[in-house]
């Protein structure tokens, strides 16, 4: 049984910046993750609550896992993610 996953605004913004392949395949990984919690997942350090990120391609989905859902805040470009 997969997961329930909400977008803030800016993660749509982020999304929609990004040409649209690309965010399909995207959305295919984070996807798959919440069905199978396959995937390049590890939790940021140093951040309160808890965060992590979800690798794809070149880019990086941050996540807060909710228990039953997961709220996606950001999908950056692996080198602007972290800043």
């Known amino acids: 049984m997969g997961r ?5 605004d800016q993660a749509k913004a982020d ?17 798959r993750f919440l069905e199978s919690e396959e995937g390049s997942v590890k939790r940021l350090q140093d951040v309160e609550p808890p965060l992590f990120r979800l690798r794809t391609q070149d880019y990086r989905v941050i996540f807060r896992d909710l228990g039953g859902s997961i709220e996606v805040s950001r999908v950056r470009d692996r080198k602007d993610a972290y800043r």
């Open 15 to 31: 999304l929609r910046a990004i040409p649209q392949p690309v965010a399909i395949q995207i959305l295919r990984t984070l996807a």
């Open 4 to 8: 329930r996953v909400t977008f803030t």
